[in-house]
Nanobody, 119 residues
Framework: QVQLQESGPGLVKPSQTLSLTCTVSGGSITTNYYYWPWIRQPPGKGLEWIGDINYSGSTYYNPSLRSRTSISRDTSKNQFTLQLSSVTPEDTAVYYC???????????WGQGTQVTVSS
């Protein structure tokens, strides 16, 4: 059973960088051929894919967020991290990490963490 747990600040000031870490247990983030996405859901809106990092460390980003997004990993800790820079109140959302089987199907989700951007 794979488990994912998001961690990070729940409140970020405008113009600062949002940083979240996903800790994975029950499976390695380097196992072929999984992808590890970050996904968010703003209040009253649908899910939005932010980007992901795959089993080999390659990264892929939503074009609309690419200029502000960085996803990295620490294989020794079995963690992957999201950094979103220059945040605005529009970045307020519940942020999820997940596991994608490699064909667009997500089989495991983290519980989600609320991030609010406010001064």
């Amino acid at each position: 059973q794979v488990q994912l747990q998001e961690s990070g600040p729940g409140l970020v000031k405008p113009s600062q960088t949002l940083s979240l870490t996903c800790t994975v247990s029950g499976g390695s983030i380097t196992t072929n051929y999984y992808y590890w996405p970050w996904i968010r859901q703003p209040p009253g809106k649908g899910l939005e894919w932010i980007g992901d990092i795959n089993y080999s460390g390659s990264t892929y980003y939503n074009p609309s967020l690419r200029s502000r997004t960085s996803i990295s990993r620490d294989t020794s800790k079995n963690q992957f991290t999201l950094q979103l820079s220059s945040v605005t109140p529009e970045d307020t959302a519940v942020y999820y990490c997940a596991r994608d089987t490699g064909n667009g199907y997500i089989d495991y989700w983290g519980q989600g963490t609320q991030v609010t951007v406010s001064s």
